[in-house]
C-alpha cells in the first residue's frame, strides 16, 4: 500500500523561505510523476509542481521562479523549496503520486495522496 508523509510546513513571514518533504513508501517510486498541489481554505484544489523520475519539472503559474521541487529516488522522497513567500501561499499543501510517467497537472491524473502539511504565510 502507498503511503505519502508531507513534513516541514508551518509558519512563515512573507517574503520568507520553508521547504516541504514528501517521504513515500510501499513501493518503488522512481520510474512514477510526483508532484505537489495546494489547497486554500474555500478554493479548489490547485497545480504547484511536478517531478518526473528523470527530473523534468512543471510547475504552475503562480509559483513559477519562486518555488524549486526536486526528488532523491534513492530516498523516495520529494522536496518543494518555497522563496519569496506571500501571503496568497498559505494553503495545505499536498503531496501525490502519478503512476503514469507524464508530467500531469491535474488532480484527478494523480493516484496517491498524503495527508497535507499546513502552510501559513503572515503579511
Known amino acids: 500500500q502507498v503511503h505519502l508523509v508531507e513534513s516541514g510546513g508551518g509558519l512563515v513571514q512573507a517574503g520568507g523561505s520553508l521547504r516541504l518533504s514528501c517521504a513515500a513508501s510501499?513501493?518503488?517510486?522512481?520510474?512514477?510523476?510526483m508532484g505537489w498541489f495546494r489547497q486554500a481554505s474555500g478554493k479548489a484544489r490547485e497545480f504547484v509542481a511536478a517531478?518526473?523520475?528523470?527530473?523534468?519539472?512543471a510547475y504552475g503559474d503562480s509559483v513559477k521562479g519562486r518555488f524549486t521541487i526536486s526528488r532523491d529516488n534513492t530516498k523516495n522522497m520529494i522536496y518543494l523549496q518555497m522563496s519569496s513567500l506571500k501571503p496568497e501561499d498559505t494553503a495545505v499543501y499536498y503531496c501525490a503520486v502519478a503512476s503514469m510517467p507524464v508530467l500531469y497537472r491535474h488532480e484527478n491524473d494523480y493516484d496517491y495522496w498524503g495527508q497535507g502539511t499546513q502552510v501559513t504565510v503572515s503579511s
Open positions: 510501499g513501493r518503488t517510486f522512481s520510474s512514477y510523476v
Open positions: 517531478v518526473s523520475w528523470t527530473t523534468s519539472t
